[in-house]
């Protein structure tokens, strides 16, 4: 049974740094691309970042470029998303996701508040 469960998530001020982390069991991590994504307030879910297998290539939406980094380790089944220069805006609940053979997989979410 696939399982993704993040944590991480909490309140922050503007400016601030958070670490997410989503810890995935079920199948085999390894082989897939792992995705965050987030649903804003009042928005539509939108992708956040993506890291491919190898972990050597990854995407970002253009809001987040240059404060986002999406990394994974594989021997642990974690993708992660080190978060700096937080904007209120970035205010969202986060939710990991794997597309395993077009089934797709999402965690429970975990909540980001940036607010002063």
């Known amino acids: 049974q696939v399982q993704l469960v993040e944590s991480g998530g909490g309140l922050v001020q503007p400016g601030g740094s958070l670490r997410l982390s989503c810890v995935a069991s079920g199948f085999t991590f390894s082989a897939y691309r792992m995705w965050w994504y987030r649903r804003a307030p009042e928005k539509e879910r939108e992708s956040v970042a993506?890291?491919?297998?190898?972990?050597?290539?990854?995407t970002y939406t253009d809001s987040v470029k240059g404060r986002f980094t999406i990394s994974r380790d594989n021997a642990k089944n974690t993708v992660y998303l080190q978060m700096s220069d937080l904007k209120p805006e970035d205010t969202a609940v986060y939710f990991c996701?794997?597309?395993?053979?077009?089934?797709?997989?999402w965690g429970q979410g975990t909540q980001v508040i940036v607010s002063s």
């Open positions: 996701m794997v597309d395993r053979g077009g089934q797709v997989f």
């Open positions: 993506s890291i491919f297998n190898s972990g050597s290539t990854v």
